[in-house]
C-alpha cells in the first residue's frame, strides 16, 4: 500500500500590524506544496489560476493584476492586502491524502494551525472570511472545531448566505465576526445555481453568471 501523501501549506500566515480582515481557506491544490506550478498560476495564498477570489478581487477593486507565475505578480497582491488591511490565515496546517487533490473532503489526518492564537496576537483582527461554509472540511466546519475544543462556539447574527456568526475571544474579549462566502472554486457554482438569489439575478439578466454573482457578494465584505 503506498504512504499518503502530505499535503502541507506551502505559505506562511500573511499577517502585519493593523490587519483587521483575515481570509480564512483550508489548503491551496497540492502542486503548491511540490512547487510544480502550472503556466499563469501565482506562487502565493490563493494563487491557482484555477481558483476565483483574485479575479473577484481584481473585479471589485480594478486592480489590473498580473496572473503569472512572477515575483510581480506576487508583489501585487501583497501590497494590496496591506492597503486593504487585509491578511490570509487558512486554518489548515498540513493533511493526508490518498488521492493527490485539492478536494476538502479527501483531507485526512487534518493538522489545524492555531487560528486563534494568531487572533490573540493581532487584536485588530475584527472579520474573518471563510472561502466557504459549513460542510464537512470546509473552513467553518475547522473553525467550529477549533471553537469547541477550547468550549466555545459561534453565535448567529444572519442565517442567509452568506451565513454570519460571531465569537468573543476568550483572551482578548474582541468581539469578532465570521462571513462564510460562497466557495471561490468551480466546484461551488452549482450551489450557486441553485440558490434563489442567483436564479432570480440570471432571470433579470440572462449573462449574469456564478462570478458575477460571487463579485456581489465579496464585494459588501471585502
Known amino acids: 500500500m503506498s504512504k499518503p501523501f502530505l499535503h502541507t501549506h506551502p505559505y506562511p500566515p500573511f499577517l502585519f500590524k493593523g490587519v483587521e480582515k483575515l481570509i480564512v481557506g483550508t489548503l491551496p491544490p497540492p502542486r503548491f506544496t511540490t512547487g510544480l506550478l502550472k503556466e499563469g498560476d501565482v506562487d502565493f495564498c490563493y494563487g491557482s489560476r484555477d481558483g476565483?477570489?483574485?479575479p473577484i478581487l481584481d473585479r471589485i477593486f480594478h486592480l489590473d493584476l498580473l496572473f503569472?507565475?512572477?515575483?510581480?505578480?506576487?508583489?501585487?497582491r501583497k501590497e494590496f492586502l496591506r492597503e486593504q488591511k487585509i491578511g490570509v490565515c487558512d486554518i489548515v496546517a498540513s493533511a493526508e491524502r490518498e488521492k493527490v487533490d485539492a478536494s476538502d473532503l479527501?483531507?485526512?489526518?487534518?493538522?489545524l494551525r492555531d487560528l486563534l492564537g494568531y487572533l490573540k496576537e493581532y487584536t485588530t483582527v475584527n472579520t474573518l472570511l471563510f472561502t466557504g461554509g459549513n460542510s464537512k472540511n470546509g473552513p467553518?466546519?475547522?473553525f467550529r472545531?477549533?471553537?469547541?475544543?477550547n468550549n466555545l462556539r459561534l453565535q448567529v447574527v444572519d442565517s442567509s448566505v452568506p451565513r454570519i456568526h460571531?465569537?468573543?475571544?476568550?483572551?482578548?474579549?474582541v468581539n469578532i465576526q465570521t462571513v462564510s462566502l460562497t466557495a471561490p472554486s468551480g466546484t461551488a457554482n452549482r450551489a450557486v445555481g441553485s440558490l434563489p438569489l442567483y436564479k432570480e439575478l440570471k432571470r433579470k439578466n440572462p449573462s449574469f453568471n456564478t462570478l458575477d454573482f460571487r463579485v456581489l457578494q465579496y464585494?459588501?465584505?471585502f
Open 52 to 54: 476565483q477570489l483574485w
Open 68 to 76: 503569472e507565475t512572477t515575483e510581480a505578480a506576487v508583489q501585487q
Open 106 to 111: 479527501g483531507m485526512q489526518n487534518v493538522q
Open 140 to 142: 467553518e466546519y475547522f
Open 145 to 149: 472545531r477549533l471553537l469547541k475544543t
Open 166 to 173: 460571531q465569537f468573543v475571544h476568550p483572551s482578548t474579549q
Open 219 to 221: 464585494a459588501k465584505f
